[in-house]
Nanobody, 119 residues
Framework: QVQLVESGGGLVQAGGSLRLSCEAS????????MGWFRQAPGKERELVAA???????NYRDSVKGRFTISRDNAKNTVYLQMNSLKPEDTAVYYC?????????????WGQGTQVTVSS
């Protein structure tokens, strides 16, 4: 079992920055692929960024160049640095973990953290 706890959401003006953190329980964090998803009201959940156990990353096109995903295995934590935020980035952001990968539905999810970007 893996428990994930997100933090760092909030209200920010367009053009601003936020850093989300997701701390995981357990001793095998370094073996998991990690991802950040988001879901806006009335929209489907979407994968924003992912990082595998080897540190390889990928991003959805709309956040490339603005968001950076990283992990600190010593701290069992994955981060999402979000710069140049836009109102369309407003959503609940979820951290997820899976031993195989996060492109399919991950096995473990955090509770979510709200990100609101005002125009």
């Amino acid at each position: 079992q893996v428990q994930l706890v997100e933090s760092g959401g909030g209200l920010v003006q367009a053009g601003g920055s936020l850093r989300l953190s997701c701390e995981a329980s357990g001793r095998t964090f370094n073996r998991y692929a990690m991802g950040w998803f988001r879901q806006a009201p009335g929209k489907e959940r979407e994968l924003v960024a992912a990082i595998n156990s080897g540190g390889r990353t990928n991003y959805r096109d709309s956040v490339k160049g603005r968001f950076t995903i990283s992990r600190d295995n010593a701290k069992n934590t994955v981060y999402l640095q979000m710069n140049s935020l836009k109102p369309e980035d407003t959503a609940v952001y979820y951290c997820a973990a899976d031993m195989v990968g996060v492109s399919r539905t991950p096995d473990y999810w955090g509770q979510g953290t709200q990100v609101t970007v005002s125009s």
